[in-house]
């Protein structure tokens, strides 16, 4: 099938989809990604990132598997922790907060198992508290840019359109945050904005 003769077609009006004829087609699809969707928030929920939860994050440079680390940072006496490779030759790895005594201790003996020096690790440390006000005010910094969305559209159209806009808004962003769930991405304050 030429593509880009279709297209064609379609621009020169030789050839027309029906959209609104079919409209009963596109609204299941629709229901049925943002039902995909939902299931993956409430099956698989959402990565918050370090921003958002708080606890520590090192970064190592090792070419060391996930499972090796896995029980190297279990010696170290961390018993949750998220290690995600990144590139071929780093690691890293997200805990639950940790007091400075604990960072440090944590560094000596990871250094020591990894093999590395310690001044190669590179630490990032969020108190829970820092990460509960950022989400506060991520949450309110998104319910304040929808509801000025949701005012523009209403002043600029008439209020069906607008509506229908605005469904339309929370419809993507349903499946944007399906999208996130599902596919495990972390969710930072970059992505929410």
């Given at each position: 099938m030429n593509f880009s003769a279709l297209g064609n077609r379609l621009?020169?009006?030789?050839?027309?989809?029906?959209?609104v004829g079919k409209r009963k087609i596109w609204y299941l699809m629709s229901l049925l990604i943002v039902l995909v969707a939902a299931?993956?928030?409430?099956?698989?929920?959402?990565n918050l990132g370090i921003e958002?939860?708080?606890?520590a994050k090192f970064t190592v440079p090792?070419?060391?598997?996930?499972?090796?680390?896995?029980?190297?940072v279990k010696d170290a006496g961390i018993e949750t922790a998220l290690i995600v490779s990144v590139g071929n030759e780093r690691?890293?790895?997200?805990?639950?907060?940790?007091?400075?005594?604990?960072?440090?201790?944590?560094?000596?003996k990871i250094s020591t198992d990894f093999k590395?020096?310690?001044?190669?690790?590179?630490?990032?440390?969020?108190?829970?508290?820092?990460?509960?006000?950022?989400?506060r005010q991520a949450l309110i910094g998104l319910g304040v840019f929808l509801l000025l969305v949701i005012l523009f559209l209403t002043i600029y159209f008439e209020i069906r359109m607008a509506m229908a806009a605005i469904v339309a808004l929370l419809h993507d962003l349903l499946i944007t945050i399906g999208v996130y769930a599902?596919?495990?991405?972390?969710?930072?304050?970059?992505?929410v904005i």
């Open positions: 621009y020169t009006g030789e050839t027309s989809v029906d959209f299931a993956g928030v409430f099956v698989r929920g959402i958002f939860e708080g606890g090792s070419t060391t598997s996930v499972e090796n680390a896995r029980n190297i690691l890293e790895i997200q805990t639950p907060p940790l007091e400075q005594d604990q960072i440090e201790n944590f560094i000596s590395v020096e310690k001044s190669t690790i590179t630490t990032q440390s969020v108190g829970p508290s820092w990460g509960a006000d950022i989400t599902i596919t495990g991405f972390e969710v930072t304050p970059a992505t």
